[in-house]
């Protein structure tokens, strides 16, 4: 037997409580990071939700390393964040948080899900695309704040049903 575990990836519902976690997550992946505040303003909306990734390392050490925070209205459905820690990226903690939130999204009836993303993203493009989202817009200059030139957004659209 090893000394050592194989990494997990386990995924829950966001509460309330969650709030600061989740803005020290999102300000560590974003130049402009949203507050506690911001984060519970979105929650207590009807039809937002979060959901929040933990990594159990190698040591068995199990910490927050990411979360996607959506919105269902009627049948569609908006990817607002996601974010992953640094040092948690490339082992599959935003994938994972996307399944879970495209089954989320399925049982609640949503039809459709879009989201926007920065067009030099690559990471986030590859992911997005192999998880079956196409373009279906452009935002040139979307991304301003705090860069000397402005990044665009794709907007990016998936089916469900």
């Given at each position: ?9 386990t ?12 803005a ?108 079956e ?9 979307y ?19």
């Open positions: 037997m090893r000394p050592w575990r194989i990494p997990e990836i995924v829950r519902r966001a509460e309330l409580p969650d709030c600061d976690l989740l020290d997550i999102h300000s560590s992946a974003f130049r402009r990071g949203w507050s506690g505040a911001e984060f519970e303003a979105l929650l207590v909306q009807p039809g937002v939700h979060a959901l929040i990734a933990h990594f159990r390392n190698a040591f068995g050490w199990r910490n927050a390393a990411g979360f996607v925070l959506y919105r269902v209205v009627r049948d569609e459905a908006e990817i607002l964040s996601v974010a992953v820690l640094q040092d948690c990226r490339r082992r599959g903690i935003a994938r994972r948080l996307m399944e879970e939130t495209l089954r989320h999204l399925y049982r609640e009836g949503a039809r459709g899900i879009h989201l926007e993303v920065e067009d030099s993203n690559a990471a986030a493009l590859g992911l997005y695309r192999r998880m989202f196409r373009e279906s817009g452009k935002r040139p200059g991304y301003a704040q705090g860069r000397p030139s402005p990044g665009g957004a794709l907007v990016m659209l998936r089916q469900l049903r």
